[in-house]
């Protein structure tokens, strides 16, 4: 568990925009207020690299370098040196290539980069886990995450990607310097309309269970006040860690 961090250093805010002027907006209006802003495909691939340092100024936070990298060792490798230079506090890698990819990420990663393993999407349910083939044990996406954070540990990761639903059991087994990144949030209080998200579960129960930081995307984008929905996660977030 992370410590002596305000409640907002805690809040991951992804900027799924297609563009900078959109996601502009949102850096503007959520600036001082979060600890992250997140990058992910969208806003990278049409922006470049060049974006992370106009968000770090523009945006006053810190950055997660979420390109979910899942490739052969040597391309990941690759790709991790060129990210280095980008400052990122976070960057991610799929634990499903298994330990020796995540190895040589943890390796060439350098700075104060810290490598985070995906264990399991929160938008993949134990059905979805079936339909892709996983066998019968690790259709259960607790047994599945927890294996592959033993992966993603022994490798030297710094922490994982998981749902709020597995959280405790990843902070029992692995301890309190493991960090783990919590998506899949929904406040009791937001809608999401046509939601992808599966294993989903509030501030209050992400971090209750262990999480460090939460990702909370649409119930802060779609809200009539991002300001306020921030502050009330922040209060939960406090009022759980008390
Ligand atoms: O809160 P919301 O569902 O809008 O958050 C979406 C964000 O969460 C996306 O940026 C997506 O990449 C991220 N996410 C993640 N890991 C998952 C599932 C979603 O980082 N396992």
């Known amino acids: 568990m992370i410590l002596q961090k305000e409640s907002k250093d805690r809040i991951i805010f992804p900027l799924d925009f297609p563009d900078i002027d959109s996601a502009r907006k949102y850096i503007e209006i959520l600036k001082g207020h979060i600890g992250l802003f997140k990058v992910g495909l969208e806003l990278f691939v049409k922006e470049g690299p060049s974006i992370l340092s106009i968000i770090k100024k523009e945006g006053r936070a810190k950055i997660f370098l979420d390109l979910k990298f899942h490739d052969i060792t040597e391309t990941v490798k690759g790709a991790m040196k060129s990210a280095n230079a980008l400052g990122a506090e976070f960057i991610t890698v799929h634990c499903d290539e298994g330990r020796r990819l995540l190895e040589s990420a943890v390796e060439s990663a350098s700075g104060k980069t810290k490598v985070l393993g995906v264990t399991v999407l929160t938008s993949l349910s134990g059905e979805s886990l079936k ?112």
Not at 136 to 159: M, N, T, W, Y
Request: glycine share 8%.
């Open 131 to 242: 339909e892709i083939g996983m066998r019968e044990e690790f259709q259960d996406p607790l047994k599945l995450v927890l294996h592959r954070a033993r992966i993603a540990k022994s490798a030297g990761c710094a922490g994982v990607v998981c749902s709020g639903l597995e959280a405790s059991f990843v902070r029992k087994e692995f301890g309190k310097d493991f960090i783990i990144v919590t998506p899949g949030i929904r406040p009791s209080w937001s809608v999401i309309k046509n939601d992808d998200q599966q294993r989903i579960v509030t501030p209050s129960d992400a971090i209750k269970a262990g999480a460090d930081y939460i990702v909370v995307g649409r119930p802060i984008r779609t809200a009539k006040d991002p300001v306020d929905a921030v502050k009330r996660i922040e209060k939960e977030i406090e009022d759980a860690l008390r």
